[in-house]
C-alpha cells in the first residue's frame, strides 16, 4: 500500500527559484494538508483542502500556493524561495470526519540556498 | 494559552522504566484525540487514538479527562526503541464534518540502557 507519497525527497534551491512539491495518496481521502516543520520545532499548517477544487490558508501560508484538482494529488507551490523557507515539508491525509487521524508522508527536506 | 500544550522534555529513563506525558487542550468542544510518535527526521505516525473510557495497546495506555482538559499517554517497561518525540493531536470537528487539527510541539523521550 502507497499510502501518501511525496516527491522529491530532497531538494536543494537558489533563493528566488521557484519549485512545486508533489503529494498524492491513494487511500480516497477527503482531507489533505501541507505542514512544514523547522528543526526542533511543531508542525506547522500551510495549507489545507477539504475536497477537490477547495482549498484554504493555514497556519503560515505566505509564499505558498496549493490547488487540488483530483482527489489524490494536492501540489505545493514556492514561487519565490527565500531562505526563510528551508524545512521539512510534509504532506498528510485523512478521511472526512473529526475522528479520522491523518496519515503522513515521509517528507520532502528543502534546502534554500 | 496555546490551543495544545505539551511538556517539551527531554524526559530521560532508564530501560525498563514507567514514564507519562500529559498533553492539555484548550477548547472542550475538541472532539477526538491521538498521540502521534515522530522519530528524528521522520514523518509523525499514528501512535494510538485517544477513546474517552481510555484504551490500552500493548505497554501503552492513553487517557482522556474532559474535565480537566488534558490526555495522557503511559508507557509501561520503556525500551530503547521507545525513544522518540510524542506529539498530542486534538481535532475540533463540527456538523458539516470540517474539522481543524491541531498538533502539539511534543514531548521527547530518550530511554536510556
Known amino acids: 500500500n502507497a499510502g501518501v507519497t511525496q516527491t522529491p525527497k530532497f531538494r536543494i534551491l537558489k533563493i528566488g527559484q521557484s519549485m512545486t512539491l508533489q503529494c498524492t495518496q491513494d487511500?480516497?481521502?477527503?482531507?489533505m494538508y501541507w505542514y512544514r516543520q523547522d528543526p526542533g520545532m511543531g508542525l506547522k499548517l500551510i495549507y489545507y483542502s477539504v475536497g477537490a477544487g477547495i482549498t484554504d490558508k493555514g497556519e503560515v501560508p505566505n509564499g505558498y500556493n496549493v490547488s487540488r484538482s483530483t482527489t489524490e494529488d494536492f501540489p505545493l507551490r514556492l514561487e519565490l524561495a527565500a531562505p526563510s523557507q528551508t524545512s521539512v515539508y510534509f504532506c498528510?491525509?485523512?478521511?472526512?470526519?473529526?475522528?479520522?487521524?491523518?496519515?503522513f508522508g515521509d517528507g520532502t527536506r528543502l534546502s534554500i540556498l | 494559552r496555546k490551543e495544545v500544550e505539551q511538556d517539551p522534555g527531554p524526559f530521560n529513563v532508564p530501560e525498563g522504566a514507567t514514564v507519562a506525558f500529559n498533553c492539555t487542550y484548550s477548547?472542550?468542544?475538541?472532539?477526538?484525540f491521538f498521540w502521534y510518535r515522530q522519530d528524528c527526521r521522520k514523518e509523525p505516525k499514528l501512535l494510538m487514538s485517544?477513546?474517552?473510557s481510555g484504551n490500552e495497546d500493548g505497554r501503552f495506555t492513553a487517557q482522556l479527562n474532559r474535565a480537566s482538559q488534558y490526555i495522557s499517554l503511559l508507557i509501561r517497561d520503556s525500551k530503547l526503541s521507545d525513544s522518540a518525540t510524542y506529539l498530542c493531536v486534538v481535532n475540533v470537528g463540527n456538523s458539516g464534518g470540517y474539522q481543524k487539527v491541531t498538533f502539539g510541539t511534543g514531548t521527547k523521550l530518550q530511554v536510556i540502557p
Open positions: 498528510a491525509s485523512s478521511y472526512w470526519g473529526s475522528n479520522q487521524p491523518q496519515h
Open positions: 477548547n472542550s468542544a475538541s472532539q477526538s
Open positions: 487511500m480516497n481521502h477527503n482531507y
Open positions: 485517544v477513546y474517552s
